[in-house]
C-alpha cells in the first residue's frame, strides 16, 4: 500500500470514534451502492467514467466535496478510486483511496470487549455483518464462528496470551466461509459443530443439547436453537448468550436456507419459535451477543435479553414473547429477503462437500442477508 492510499481498517476505526474530519466517497455505479455500501458514505456514481479515464462529473461536483475534511475515495477494488483521487489531490482536496476498494473493506475485523461479559471478546466485521467471540479464562481460548481469515485469530490470541483449545461454529454458515476447520487444524485442536449442521465433514466433536465446551476454568453451555438451520446452536458462558444466527438484536435467523419449499419455511419456522421461546426463559440479566448485525452502530453488539423483551424493535421477537407463532410463522413467510449471495456455493464449502477456489474471498462480499426481516 503506498503513502497515498487508506488501509480499510483505518478508515473503520475512523468511522467506529465518529472522526468528522473524514468525509468517505463512494464512486461505484449506484446499483452496487445501494446494495452495500460503507456507513455514512456518499455516492457519485462515476465508476463508469473513471475507467475511461473521463473525469468531466467528478469535475462537475468538485463544489459539493468538503475542502476541509480527508476525502477517503472508494471504488470496488481501488483502481478507479485512485484515479478519482489523484484527480482530486491534484485539484487542491487532502483525498486517498481506499486501498482494495470494497474487496479490503470486506476484510476488515474490529475487536471489542464486552462490557458485563467477562472474558468475551467480540469480532466485529464491518463489512460483511459477520460476528465472531473468542471466550477466554484469562489463559485459555475457545473461538466462536471464525471467519476464513485465520490470521486475526492468531493475533488476537497472541496479543492477549492466550491459548486457542477449541474452536466452535454456531451452525454452518451460510454467508461466510467458516475458519473454524481450518483454525482448529492448524492448532490441532477440536473443531465443535452440531451433528445435524455437520454435512460430509470428518473428525467433528458434534455437539448436543446440554453439552459443555471446555475453556479452561470456564465453559460454554450448549443450547440446542433449531430453526435457522436443523443443527444451530446457542452458547452461555457467565451472563453471556451468545445466539449465533437464532437471535438478532432486531430481527431473528432466516429458515429457508435448507430448504425454500413453503412448508419446509414453515416448519422450521416453528422450530425456531420454539428455540426462541427457550432462550427467553433464561432470564433477562443475559447479555445478548448475536452472530450478525445490518446498520446497527452500538458497539460491540449487545444488549440485554430482558432489554430487547421490552423493546418494539424486535417485532418477531414480540410475537414469542406473546406466544402468537401463527404471527410468528406468517411475518417470516411473508417478508423474507433476498437469499445471501453465493449462500449455495458457501455451504458447500461449509458442509465439506467442495474445496474453496481462487475466489473464496469473492464469494462473501456483499450484504448480510441471514435476518428473516
Excluded at 469480532?123 to 471467519?147: E, F, K, L, N
Excluded at 411475518?331 to 464449502?349: F, G, R, W
Amino acid at each position: 500500500m503506498s503513502n497515498i492510499d487508506f488501509e480499510p481498517a483505518e478508515v473503520a476505526r475512523r468511522i467506529d470514534e465518529g472522526d468528522e474530519d473524514l468525509f468517505v466517497l463512494d464512486v461505484r455505479n449506484e446499483d452496487d451502492y445501494e446494495e452495500w455500501r460503507i456507513e455514512d458514505s456518499t455516492n457519485l456514481p462515476i465508476y463508469d467514467e473513471l475507467l475511461d479515464h473521463n473525469y468531466s462529473t467528478l469535475e462537475d461536483h468538485l463544489e459539493d466535496l468538503p475542502r476541509d475534511r480527508e476525502i477517503a475515495v472508494v471504488c470496488v477494488a481501488g483502481i478507479t478510486s485512485a484515479r478519482a483521487a489523484d484527480f482530486l489531490r491534484e485539484r487542491g482536496f487532502d483525498a486517498k483511496s481506499i486501498d482494495d476498494g470494497m474487496n479490503g473493506w470486506g476484510r476488515v475485523h474490529r475487536s471489542y470487549e464486552v462490557d458485563g461479559a467477562d472474558g468475551v471478546v467480540q469480532i466485529v466485521r464491518p463489512g460483511t455483518g459477520c460476528i465472531s467471540h473468542v471466550v477466554h479464562d484469562g489463559t485459555a481460548a475457545v473461538v466462536v464462528d471464525p471467519s476464513q481469515y485465520v490470521d486475526y485469530y492468531l493475533s488476537e490470541a497472541d496479543e492477549r496470551d492466550l491459548e486457542i483449545v477449541a474452536v466452535a461454529d454456531t451452525h454452518a454458515h451460510a454467508d461466510h466461509v467458516s475458519g473454524a476447520r481450518r483454525l482448529a487444524g492448524e492448532l490441532d485442536v477440536p473443531y465443535h459443530l452440531h451433528g445435524d449442521d455437520a454435512g460430509e465433514l470428518e473428525g467433528v466433536a458434534e455437539l448436543e443439547d446440554g453439552d459443555s465446551v471446555s475453556v479452561g476454568d470456564r465453559s460454554l453451555e450448549v443450547v440446542h436453537t433449531s430453526g435457522h438451520t436443523p443443527g444451530s446452536v446457542s452458547f452461555t458462558v457467565g451472563d453471556a448468550l451468545l445466539s449465533g444466527d437464532t437471535l438478532f438484536l432486531r430481527s431473528v435467523g432466516r429458515p429457508d436456507l435448507e430448504d425454500g419449499d413453503e412448508d419446509a419455511i414453515r416448519e422450521a419456522s416453528s422450530r425456531l419459535f420454539d428455540s426462541l421461546d427457550r432462550l427467553l426463559e433464561l432470564g433477562g440479566d443475559r447479555i445478548v451477543l448475536p452472530g450478525h448485525f445490518s446498520d446497527e452502530s452500538i458497539r460491540p453488539l449487545a444488549t440485554g435479553l430482558g432489554e430487547l423483551r421490552e423493546e418494539t424493535t424486535n417485532e418477531l421477537l414480540g410475537y414469542v414473547e406473546e406466544g402468537d407463532e401463527e404471527a410468528f410463522v406468517e411475518t417470516i413467510v411473508e417478508s423474507l429477503a433476498d437469499e445471501p449471495a453465493n449462500y449455495n456455493e458457501i455451504k458447500q464449502i461449509n458442509w465439506g462437500k467442495s474445496q474453496p477456489g481462487d475466489d473464496v474471498e469473492e464469494l462473501e462480499l456483499g450484504p448480510n442477508n441471514c435476518a428473516a426481516n
